[in-house]
């Protein structure tokens, strides 16, 4: 009997061995259904363009979606809660301008901090730029300055939220001019700020090249300062404000996509190469430069400094300029 056993156990393991195997389930590849990108701005800004103009890329060159979603208001903090609180499965990023996102959780309690997020890959950096009306009379920031001593609290300055990186680098400028009164006007976009400024409701806009180059090709504004450390070659006759108030009065405006820490790097890495062949892509670039964009690629590693570095940053002019 047992003999007859052993030779029935010998069998089953045979047949066994000569059956087929099922093969596993093979897995789709990473991203395999639509991605999130949330922007902390309002529609029709510099980043959301940027953000648009990737999209086309991602679904003509790869059938990858991306969901371009707006989500103003609140300094940015409503917009980078969503990317902190969302499941770490590699569908939702956030396209942030560093200093803004370094700057909002560091002056109000935001629910997140900086070791929330990792970096993904950096997109661009957008030199900040300030205008006013062409016909303002007004030709540099000295007049600006001028103008609001001559008419206390009647002459401002708008930007795109409270905690902005322009309002911030306008708070280490306005040290300079102790006593003058140049009151801050907050909007949800740059694109706001540009209309608003069209509309002569306010006196100068603080925003990047990206939204003002088109009035500026109208005719309809005049820019008086940028925070790049030389002239732009696009606009030979625009002062930096290096020039006009000192060399420290750089500032540049990293923008890039960044991501919850707890997602797999595997799939950081999986976008940041997906967004580096986007950015080198004849094509994209030439719709980058038609908006006014430059491309400026970091990968992960060297985004994830640049990150570190502006949260310090940032957390020193927030003490100098006694809003934090």
Known sequence: MKRVLRMFCVCALACALLAPVAPA???????????NIIIPFGPGGAVDIAARILAEWFQTKHKITLNIICKAGGAGAPAMLDVAKAKPDGYTFGFPALATFSTTPQVKKTGYTLKDFQAVVQITNMWLSLAVSADSGIMNFQDLINAAKADPGKVNFATHGALSSQRLFMSGVMQKFPGV?????????????STALLGKHITSGFGVITNQKPYVQSGDFRIIGVTSPQRLPEYPDVPTFAEQLGEEFVFPSPHGLITQAKVPHDKVITMQNLVKEALEDPDVKEKFAKAGLTVDYLPAAEFQKEMDQMWTLVGDLLKASNLK
């Not at 389930?25 to 259904?33: H, I, L, N, V």
């Open 25 to 35: 389930p093979a897995q789709a590849a990473y991203p395999d259904r639509p991605v």
């Open 181 to 193: 009164e140049l009151p801050h006007v907050a909007y949800t976009s740059g694109h706001e700020v």
